[in-house]
Every structure is written in structure tokens, then in C-alpha cells.
């Protein structure tokens, strides 16, 4: 018997209709599962434990007004560092005085044991043969230090440590322990010096549950838990401080990172520095307060930075390093727009001052002691100075009382001020690549996210095939 036509019409309706639903509830089905897997996937790790205040809305202008607990609005100390600090700081710390870091690389870990190992070999020591070194570093007295010769830069990674400054190049330092940091600064046996222009803070490949782990105790077991209202305004500016550092380190490793380790290709991460630190406007917060902090242990400790004898044995070179001080120090554009960028004396206020203070400054010792666990050595040597450096700029603001008789009190070791101003240097670098490459990093990650995935094209076709 021949069907009607009418029925046909509605049967092949029918069976449209189940196979419209049929695809429809997969493809429903298929989202559900993407959109679960996207909220579940972690992003890169930055800061533990995770805060989700962090994840704030991105207004148009969320970095304007005045650095929370600082006393500089955030256009000032952009101007400043652009036309000011940026440009004297990176000139003073390739004068020979500031260049070389004394630092003891190899300590056991006093936490556990140090598995941590780096994916490539620009985190490790370099170890240059004797015929690399310069004359001067095999005499027993070292007169002078080259203004520009940078020794064993041939024949091995840029990145890798550079151990072999004879330390007798620096007789006659002071040399007194910091109470704010962990490390005994007058056991010369276990220590040496590191070219820092040879080692610049980069991407190294220090990675995983090792690299973790370090940032895991400093925030879990060291710095309070933030933002929270029952904290009080010490234990505040701790956490920024570290967050703000934290951040610091993030950038410096997206701004040079190794885009194609095959070919050695390196440059800007732009998406791993939103990623870390700008999509989180805290952090980036957190870093100009950081910032504003040591700045202000740099201008409260002028008097004395002025009066340092910055002498290497290269009359020229120690006269310049004297003058790039002094400009610094008393840049009259500094004075004028930002003369007290951090107001230290509000702090320490009531019964409990005391200990309050005994008690941060025994959790910073922590934080100080857990750089022994890093596992990279290149990045535990940025780690040990620019921890030593907040260490000093903490024990200039916090261990002395009154600033007219600061130079006659304070008592800072060499090394402390190298490390307090490639800190500051550090610092500045930072807020000029957040200030310049952020609207670029954002447009790229907002051009990745809009771009077309592979899982939105194949249900671009599903529903063409659909209809």
C-alpha cells in the first residue's frame, strides 16, 4: 500500500524534530563539560593560599590616587621612576661597587630536604677556567676593579653564576648581622662573590612542587592571611610586602623568559606577566606600596648612603658611583613631588609595639632562612639579595628612632646597601614594565580569549550540519 503523501511529510518531520533534540542535548552536554572543565583548570600559580578578592573587576582606571598606606599617588611615582629613579638606578648598579653581591649559595635547607631541580642548566653554577680570569683577581691584593670588564662571559650561558671575584677585593668591610634576616653575613668561610651583570633575574626553568613549595611557607606559615579585618596594620604591611616582591620576581621572569629554548630565543611573555600579576590588580597594588617602602628606607638613610665610602680601588669609577649617589639621593624633582613616599613613625604605636615588632621581624627571619630551599641557584641568589635588601630597608625604617640621629646610630654593612639598591633597582624595573607593557599584555590575552578555540568551531559546524 502506498503511503499518503501527507503522512510521509510527517513522519520525515518527526524524525527531524528527535534528531534535532538528539544533537541538541549532546551539544548541551558538551558545554556543560567545557564550562566545568574551565572552572576547575588552575591557573598559574602566583600566591598561596588563593584570595578570591583578588579576582576584582577590572575598572578603567583601578591605578589612580595615592598607594594605599603611602603618601604618593600613583601618576607621581610613574613620572618619578620614569624621568627620575629608573634611569639613575640602572646606572649606579653597573658601577663596579654595586656589581658584585657577597652571598652564600650553598646552605642545607633548615626546613627539608632540597630536592629541587632546575629544567635547565642557566640556574646552575658556571664554573670558568683559571685562564678566563682577570689578572687582577689572582694577585693577593686587588688594587682596582674594571670599570667594564665582565669576567668569563664567553664559552658558557649568560645565566648561569658567576663565582669567581677573589674576596679579598672587598677587605675592610664592616661587617654586623642584620636582626631582621637569617643569614650570619660575618661567616666569610662559606661565602663568595656573584657579578650580578653577569647574572641577570630571568626565566631559568625553576618549576614544579619544589618552586611551590617556597612560596607555599612564606604565605601559609609566615604572612597572615589577607585582606582580613582582624589584621592589624603591621601585619598588613608585611604581607604587601612580600606580595609586592612576589610580584616583582613574576614580572622580572615574564620580561625575559626563554620563548624557544631550541633555537635560544628569548623575550617578553606577555600572557604569563597578566597571567601572574596583572589580571590581579593586589598584586599590582602591592607593588608600587613595595616600591614606595624602600624608596623611603633609601631617602630616611641619605645622610649616611652619602657619607658611605663606595671605594673599589678604581679611583674614577668609586668618584661616579659617589656622584650617581649623591643625585639620587637629592634629586630635587624627588624631593619636591614625593618627599616622604612611606610614614614609618605611625607604626609600632601602643602596649603591644614591642611585640608586634619582635614578632614580624621573627617571621621575615623565617622568610629570609627559607631562601636556603631554594633549589635553583641562580634564583637563589636574586632571592638572598633582594630578601636581604627588604631586610635592610625594614631594619633603616624600624631600627632607629628619629631621623636626626640616624647616621650616628645605624650602623649598614656594605653589602646590605648593595643589596637595598639592586632591590630598589629591581623594583623600579617592575613598575616601568607594568606601567608600559600592561594595556599591551591585556590586549593580547583579551585578542587569545576572543579568537575562535578549537572546541567553538566544531560546534559551529555541528549546528551548520544542523541546519
Known amino acids: 500500500m502506498v503511503e499518503p503523501e501527507a503522512e510521509k511529510k510527517k513522519k520525515g518531520t518527526s524524525y527531524k524534530t528527535r534528531w534535532s533534540l538528539l544533537v541538541g542535548a549532546l551539544i548541551a552536554i558538551l558545554i556543560a563539560v567545557a564550562l566545568a572543565y574551565a572552572l ?27 598607594v594605599e598606606d603611602c603618601c604618593c599617588d600613583y601618576e607621581t611615582v610613574n613620572q618619578l621612576n620614569e624621568q627620575v629613579l629608573h634611569p639613575s638606578l640602572q646606572e649606579l648598579v653597573k658601577t663596579p661597587f654595586f656589581r658584585y653581591f657577597k652571598v652564600k649559595l650553598w646552605c642545607d635547607c633548615p626546613f627539608w630536604p632540597d630536592d629541587g631541580m632546575c629544567r635547565l642548566r642557566d640556574c646552575s653554577v658556571c664554573e670558568c677556567p683559571e685562564t678566563e680570569f682577570p689578572e687582577s683577581f689572582k694577585k693577593p691584593f686587588i688594587r682596582g676593579l674594571s670599570s667594564d670588564d665582565l669576567a668569563c662571559q664567553e664559552g658558557k650561558p649568560e645565566a648561569a653564576v658567576d663565582r669567581t671575584l677573589d674576596s679579598k677585593a672587598f677587605r675592610g668591610w664592616t661587617e654586623t648581622d642584620n636582626p631582621w634576616t637569617h643569614d650570619d653575613e660575618t661567616d666569610n668561610a662559606e661565602m663568595t662573590y656573584v657579578n650580578l651583570q653577569l647574572n641577570p633575574e630571568r626565566y631559568t626553568g625553576y618549576t614544579g612542587p619544589s618552586a611551590r613549595r617556597i612560596w607555599d611557607a612564606i604565605y601559609s606559615e609566615n604572612c597572615p592571611t589577607y585582606p582580613s579585618k582582624q589584621l592589624c596594620q603591621e601585619e598588613r604591611i ?50 608600587y606600596f613595595t616600591f614606595l617602602f624602600v624608596l623611603r628606607a633609601v631617602t630616611k638613610a641619605a645622610e649616611y648612603l652619602e657619607q658611605a665610602e663606595y671605594e673599589t680601588g678604581n679611583p674614577m669609577e668609586d668618584l661616579k658611583t659617589q656622584s650617581l649617589m649623591k643625585q639620587l639621593l637629592y634629586n630635587p624633582q624627588l624631593q619636591a613631588a614625593c618627599p616622604l613616599p612611606f610614614d614609618e613613625a605611625k607604626l609600632w604605636k601602643g602596649q603591644r609595639g614591642p611585640e608586634l615588632k619582635q614578632k614580624i621581624q621573627g617571621q621575615f627571619r623565617n622568610i629570609s632562612a627559607l631562601m636556603d630551599c631554594v633549589g635553583c641557584e641562580k634564583c637563589r641568589l636574586w632571592g638572598k639579595l633582594q630578601v636581604l635588601g627588604l631586610g635592610t630597608a625594614l631594619k633603616i625604617l624600624f631600627s632607629v628612632n628619629g631621623e636626626e640621629h640616624l647616621s650616628q646610630t645605624l650602623q649598614v654593612q656594605r653589602n646590605e646597601v648593595i643589596a637595598l639598591m639592586n632591590l630598589l633597582n629591581r623594583l623600579s624595573e617592575s613598575v616601568k614594565l607594568v606601567h608600559e607593557m600592561g594595556p599591551a599584555a591585556e590586549k593580547v590575552v583579551e585578542g587569545q580569549n576572543s579568537s575562535p578555540t578549537a572546541f567553538s568551531r566544531l560546534l559551529e559546524k555541528m549546528q551548520a550540519s544542523i541546519l
Open 40 to 66: 576547575k583548570s588552575p591557573n598559574l600559580s602566583h600566591f598561596a593560599p588563593a584570595d578570591k578578592s583578588c579576582h576584582c573587576a577590572q575598572e578603567k582606571d583601578k591605578y589612580s590616587g595615592v
Open 238 to 287: 608585611l604581607y604587601k610586602l612580600i606580595s609586592g616582591l612576589h610580584s616583582s620576581i613574576s614580572i622580572h621572569i615574564a620580561a625575559d623568559y626563554l620563548l624557544d629554548e631550541a633555537n635560544n630565543l628569548w623575550g617578553q611573555n606577555l600572557t604569563l606577566m597578566y597571567d601572574r600579576v596583572l589580571r590581579y590588580p593586589d598584586r599590582v597594588r602591592n607593588l
